[in-house]
């Protein structure tokens, strides 16, 4: 006790500076930016859990960087019905006209050393889509509905490991997958108007239905009142899901800053630069005649976002906030935009 305490005060003395930089990483920017996962470690025996709640506004429909209305979307009256986009006819059944994605993700992480952390989230996505009807459908063209689908989604896990640090930097090497316990089939009457049922297409399914692997690289650096920090991460499916497709491959690069207005309270810009190629494989049900996003071609495309944001903390708990508008997309064949994102997070380490 009394060699430890005597050490303790050695260190102190003979390294004052070195003791503030170790404080420098437990600011209010200690964490990235709300809509980045993986760019922190705990200490061995050390445990976090957060609640993250997302929500994802996307109106119009775009063919490539071009808007197109709603009336262009579902083509004009009589046959052929729908309209062709890149050699594919489409939206004969309906065309979507906007979308709002919830999630509500639940997320762990515990230090199991001082070089590796372990984490896991529960997602619960809460899908509504607002639709109008084109020619072939029973409901009568122009007419509206909306289709909703929510329940647990895929289930992400991995370890974060330390592959360098010093008082100031850290580079983390994110080792991640995903597990598929989202529901990916589900069917519905209500695009028919009760008169026949369609199981819900792509971008209305739960889950991706397949293992993901989710590799990832981040950079952080703490400056004396700022910090910035670079992430590379990825979503890839391995194989196809028992419907007999993958969803597309996922990249992002981001890259931010922090500055820090108080110890307690920093605010965040963020530049996300995003790619996701096409869904391979089809599921069979998938009819690219009825709408556009049964369509696998029509899934990728490119996103750059923008995040404004602010971490704060108060009695160990930390809240983090972002406001992520889409400033520019290219989409493949026809689909929703993506308007902006809100992100919202508690998280509390102890
Ligand atoms: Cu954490």
Same mark, same amino acid.
């Given at each position: 006790?009394?060699?430890?305490?005597?050490?303790?005060?050695?260190?102190?003395?003979?390294?004052?500076?070195?003791?503030? !930089?170790?404080?420098?990483?437990?600011?209010?920017?200690?964490?990235?930016?709300?809509?980045?996962?993986?760019?922190?470690?705990?200490?061995?025996?050390?445990?976090?859990?957060?609640?993250?709640?997302?929500?994802?506004?996307?109106?119009?429909?775009?063919?490539?960087?071009?808007?197109?209305?709603?009336?262009?979307?579902?083509?004009?009256?009589?046959?052929?019905?729908?309209?062709?986009?890149?050699?594919?006819?489409?939206?004969?059944?309906?065309?979507?006209?906007?979308?709002?994605?919830?999630?509500?993700?639940?997320?762990?992480?515990?230090?199991?050393?001082?070089?590796?952390?372990?984490?896991?989230?529960?997602?619960?996505?809460?899908?509504?889509?607002?639709?109008?009807?084109?020619?072939?459908?029973?409901?009568?063209?122009?007419?509206?509905?909306?289709?909703?689908?929510?329940?647990?989604? !895929?289930?992400?896990?991995?370890?974060?490991?330390?592959?360098?640090?010093?008082?100031?930097? !850290?580079?983390?090497?994110?080792?991640?997958?995903?597990?598929?316990?989202?529901?990916?089939?589900?069917?519905?009457?209500?695009?028919?108007?009760?008169?026949?049922?369609?199981?819900?297409?792509?971008?209305?399914?739960?889950?991706?239905?397949?293992?993901?692997?989710?590799?990832?690289?981040?950079?952080?650096?703490?400056?004396?009142?700022?910090?910035?920090?670079?992430?590379?991460?990825?979503?890839?499916?391995?194989?196809?899901?028992?419907?007999?497709?993958?969803?597309?491959?996922?990249?992002?690069?981001?890259?931010?800053?922090?500055?820090?207005?108080?110890?307690?309270?920093?605010?965040?810009?963020?530049?996300?630069?995003?790619?996701?190629?096409?869904?391979?494989?089809?599921?069979?049900?998938?009819?690219?005649?009825?709408?556009?996003?049964?369509?696998?071609?029509?899934?990728?495309?490119?996103?750059?976002?923008?995040?404004?944001?602010?971490?704060?903390?108060?009695?160990?708990?930390?809240?983090?906030?972002?406001?992520?508008?889409?400033?520019?997309?290219?989409? !493949?064949?026809?689909?929703?935009?993506?308007?902006?994102?809100?992100?919202?997070?508690?998280?509390?380490?102890?």
């Amino acid at each position: 006790m009394l060699l430890r305490r005597l050490t303790l005060a050695l260190a102190i003395a003979s390294s004052s500076y070195a003791m503030a !930089d170790e404080g420098r990483k437990s600011l209010a920017d200690k964490h990235a930016p709300a809509g980045i996962m993986g760019d922190h470690l705990h200490d061995e025996g050390k445990w976090m859990v957060e609640y993250k709640y997302m929500v994802m506004s996307m109106e119009d429909n775009r063919i490539g960087d071009n808007k197109v209305s709603d009336a262009d979307a579902i083509g004009p009256p009589g046959p052929p019905a729908g309209i062709n986009v890149n050699g594919i006819q489409t939206n004969a059944g309906a065309a979507p006209t906007d979308m709002t994605m919830e999630m509500h993700m639940m997320h762990v992480m515990y230090g199991a050393t001082e070089n590796v952390t372990l984490y896991t989230m529960l997602m619960l996505p809460s899908l509504t889509m607002d639709h109008i009807r084109g020619d072939m459908n029973p409901g009568g063209r122009g007419t509206s509905f909306t289709t909703h689908n929510s329940g647990f989604g !895929d289930t992400s896990m991995g370890a974060l490991i330390r592959l360098y640090s010093d008082e100031r930097q !850290d580079w983390i090497a994110n080792l991640g997958c995903s597990v598929p316990t989202g529901d990916i089939y589900r069917e519905s009457t209500i695009p028919t108007a009760g008169a026949v049922s369609q199981p819900l297409p792509y971008p209305m399914r739960l889950g991706s239905g397949t293992f993901n692997a989710k590799p990832g690289l981040t950079y952080k650096r703490y400056c004396d009142w700022w910090s910035f920090g670079y992430q590379f991460q990825t979503d890839l499916p391995i194989g196809r899901n028992y419907r007999g497709y993958s969803v597309g491959d996922e990249f992002r690069f981001n890259s931010w800053t922090s500055v820090l207005l108080t110890d307690n309270w920093a605010v965040s810009l963020r530049g996300e630069h995003l790619w996701r190629t096409a869904y391979e494989g089809q599921d069979p049900t998938a009819n690219n005649m009825v709408i556009e996003t049964n369509v696998e071609s029509f899934r990728g495309g490119y996103w750059y976002n923008m995040g404004i944001g602010t971490q704060f903390m108060k009695n160990g708990h930390y809240f983090n906030f972002e406001f992520v508008p889409t400033i520019a997309q290219d989409l !493949d064949g026809i689909q929703l935009e993506t308007d902006y994102s809100v992100i919202a997070s508690w998280s509390k380490a102890w």
